[in-house]
């Protein structure tokens, strides 16, 4: 190894994760940027409990973290961190603040000029309000429907983004010139969290109620987890009650 070897345990699928890209919806973007512990982590964390040392075989640390999380025996899964860079709209950034567990830092609009970067759902992913569920929506809208709701998010946008500029011209300050801004616009975050908290936000926003928008970052996310941690995943997945996420 080069000059970068470390004494540390390693997860072969996190360092093939780590700065890989993936694209959510036009503009939005998720890369593993920093991780800390492997799959085994847990079993060594756990082994503590009963003073047994490392040592025990591949095997027996999957059936142990298969065990630990069926006996919601959590936190030997808070010994693993996560780093992920988020590019996100702020209204889905909402959404994912909320999740105090997780420590972050956001790009900030005082020190740069937002990008005009603004989130309009797909073509055919602009939906009606659910019949039944107040806070969820419902079925594709007809095409011409959607279209005509995508030209209005469209012509918004782009009107809010000639009125910040044209504040900018006029003298305001950055801090202030936002104001104008829709939450549709893109922000970018770092965001840490440990694997314990992270399966948590996992069953909160891969579920069907959850936003589809939060939802397919979420997904991307499973997806890293997935190849990074299998034994966790493989342990978490039948617990959780939604639908599977594919690995994207
Ligand atoms: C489908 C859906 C709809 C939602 N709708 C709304 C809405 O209409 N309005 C709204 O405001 N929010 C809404 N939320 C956000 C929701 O209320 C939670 O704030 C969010 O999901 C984070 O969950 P959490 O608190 O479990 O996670 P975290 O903040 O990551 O906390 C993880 C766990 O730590 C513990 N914890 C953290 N902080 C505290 C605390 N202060 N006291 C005690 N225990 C704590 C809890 O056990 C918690 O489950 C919605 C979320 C979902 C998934």
Redesign the pocket.
């Known amino acids: 190894m080069d000059e970068r070897t470390t004494r540390r345990p390693v997860s072969a699928g996190a360092e093939a994760e780590l700065g890989k890209i993936y694209k959510v919806h036009e503009h939005g973007e998720v890369e593993l940027v920093d991780y800390l512990g492997d799959d085994r982590a847990v079993a060594r964390a756990a082994r503590t409990s009963y003073q047994k040392a490392d040592g025990k075989n591949e095997e027996a640390d999957r059936k142990l973290i298969l065990r630990l999380w069926r006996d919601r025996h959590t936190s030997p899964f808070e010994m693993i961190q996560v780093t992920f860079r988020i590019r996100l709209p702020i209204f889905v950034m909402r ?1 994912h603040v ?5 420590s972050l830092n956001e790009w900030s609009f005082r020190y740069t000029e937002c990008p005009e970067l603004f989130y309009v759902p797909a073509h055919d992913d602009v939906r009606g309000q659910h019949a039944a569920n107040k ?1 969820m929506s419902g079925a594709a809208l007809a095409e011409d429907t959607a279209s005509r709701a995508r030209a209005l998010m469209d012509s918004q946008n782009h009107e809010a983004y000639r009125a910040y500029q044209q504040l900018l011209e006029l003298g305001v300050a950055r801090e202030q010139a936002r104001v104008v801004l829709p939450v549709s616009a893109y922000t970018q975050i770092v965001w840490n969290i440990d694997m314990r ?1 992270l399966l ?2 996992f069953s ?2 891969l ?1 069907p ?2 936003q589809k928008e939060i939802r397919d970052y979420a997904q991307v996310m499973a997806g890293v987890v997935q190849r990074g941690w299998p034994m966790i995943w493989e342990a978490f997945e039948p617990g959780y009650a939604g639908s599977t996420p594919p690995v994207v």
């Open positions: 959404q909320r999740h105090r567990t997780a806070q908290n948590h936000y909160l926003r579920s109620d959850a």
